[in-house]
């Protein structure tokens, strides 16, 4: 209980599941959560467990206002409040515009956007309480720059980097820190989508020549969640290897 405590939403697998070991190699008990993904949320918590720390897996959708509610109703039963919060649950879509369904708007808003009201309106009257928090938001550069094919996918991340700076001036009297990660190319089952072909031509537009890992993502949450960026709140940081 003299720990402090990390939630990572999305941490099952990819970029969640790096930045939830790298709390846990910091000595954080350990809140994982996804929606679905079961057997891996438990295979990801016995790994975070080899470190020593405390690891609670939690299946619940946070595209839901009444499920998180009850995730954190079990975060405090089991380790009281919440320090840090890292928003990474998100699902993409590559698609036309035009062929986008109202279903899947809706899906792709709650699910990247929405989430984060949720969450963070859950997680943030304590850290209020208690004058002391932080919130890391998992992002992308679409959010900055926009992506053909991915207007439900831009829009929601975009959204994402405007809650982060007014959410981030908000809280800053109180002594809570917001920022976010806008990740280029990271090597995750998101992107397995993506034909060979195409992989290659987007890392040959990349300066840094190759696709990011999601230990970097995860290192760099580290950093701005710790008293080393104490200075740092409303940042949207890109790591996209010079991409934009």
């Known amino acids: 209980m003299d720990k402090k ?38 295979e990801t918590s016995e790994i975070i467990k080899d470190y020593d720390v405390s690891c609670l897996p939690i299946m619940a959708d946070v595209s839901n206002y009444n499920s998180v509610r009850e995730m954190f109703e079990e975060i ?24 986008t369904s109202e279903d899947q708007w809706d899906n792709m808003i709650n699910t990247n956007l929405k989430s984060l009201y949720n969450v963070c309106h859950q997680a943030v009257p304590d850290m209020i309480k208690n004058q002391s928090g932080n919130i890391v938001n998992i992002t992308s550069m679409w959010g900055i720059t ?12 975009g959204g994402v980097n405007s809650f982060t700076k007014a959410l981030a001036k908000e809280l800053a009297p109180s002594h809570i820190r917001v920022n976010a990660i806008a990740c280029g190319l990271i090597d995750t089952n998101m992107n397995s989508c993506l034909a060979k072909e195409d992989l290659d031509t987007i890392i040959e537009e990349i300066p840094s ?19 080393d960026s104490s200075y740092l709140t409303g940042q949207i940081i890109t790591l996209d290897g010079g991409l934009i």
């Open 5 to 42: 405590t990390v939630l990572v939403t999305g941490s099952s697998r990819g970029i969640g599941k790096a930045i939830a070991i790298k709390y846990a190699k910091e000595g954080y008990n350990v809140v994982i959560n996804c929606s679905s993904s079961f057997n891996e949320l438990i």
């Open 209 to 227: 020549n190759r696709i990011g890992k999601p230990e970097e993502v995860a290192n760099l949450c580290y950093y701005l969640s710790s008293s």
């Open 146 to 157: 926009g992506a053909s094919c991915e207007v439900a996918y831009s829009a929601s991340k």
């Open 76 to 99: 405090k039963l089991v380790f009281g409040n919440v320090d840090i919060v890292i928003n990474n649950a998100g699902i993409s879509s590559i698609k036309l515009f035009t062929d």
